[in-house]
């Protein structure tokens, strides 16, 4: 798929100039210094990953790693053809958003000494479909899976109980349909 005909998840505006949110999926082989190699490729490039999982595949000697990045698309296309050049990398797609499933997984700890606001987060985290995983005296741990646009959206709306700690996983992402 060209990355002109591939759709973005989210966009930052920086000096007026329009920076999208690209997903890349790369089958790479499942063995010792792969996520380096592919890592510095970014870095000796200047390119900065947003996120990045790594995990098995349904074959067991291949990993996929799924890498989000602020790009734009000359520069997204110049990083796909060197991802593909590096010896351990099978394929590598620019994922369409808007054909693909994507998510991320949060885990959020914040202040909750008393019960009127450990009411209200339980109340937050149920409409948002998170789960309590911990409550305590003094916080509350919560676990929520979406889009990094949700997940931002939760963090923001409970950013003013005090967020003491908050861990993202990364996007995960497989495309819809058939495609292989």
């Keep these: ?81 060197q991802l593909k050049k590096l010896i351990d990398v099978v394929e590598v797609k620019v994922l369409d958003t808007g054909n693909t499933v994507y998510r991320e997984l949060a885990l959020i700890k914040m202040r909750a000494g008393d019960p009127t606001t450990r009411m209200e987060i339980t109340n937050f985290a149920s409409i948002f479909r998170a789960n309590i995983l911990d409550i305590g005296k ?6 929520l899976t979406g889009t990094p646009d949700k997940i931002d959206a939760f963090k923001n709306l409970v950013d003013h109980y005090g967020i003491t700690q908050l861990a993202r996983t990364g996007v995960s992402a497989l495309p819809r349909g058939v495609e292989v």
């Design 1 to 81: 798929m060209s990355t002109a005909t591939a759709t973005t998840t989210t966009t930052t505006i920086a000096n007026g100039k329009i920076t999208p949110l690209y997903i890349l999926s790369a089958l790479v082989e499942d063995k010792p210094g792969v996520l380096f190699r592919v890592t510095n490729l970014f870095r000796a490039r200047n390119f900065n990953i947003e996120s990045i999982t790594v995990g098995s595949t349904e074959q067991a000697d291949l990993s996929r790693m799924t890498i989000t990045t602020k790009s734009d698309e000359k520069t997204l296309d110049q990083l796909v053809k």
């Design 138 to 143: 003094e916080t509350i741990i919560v676990e």
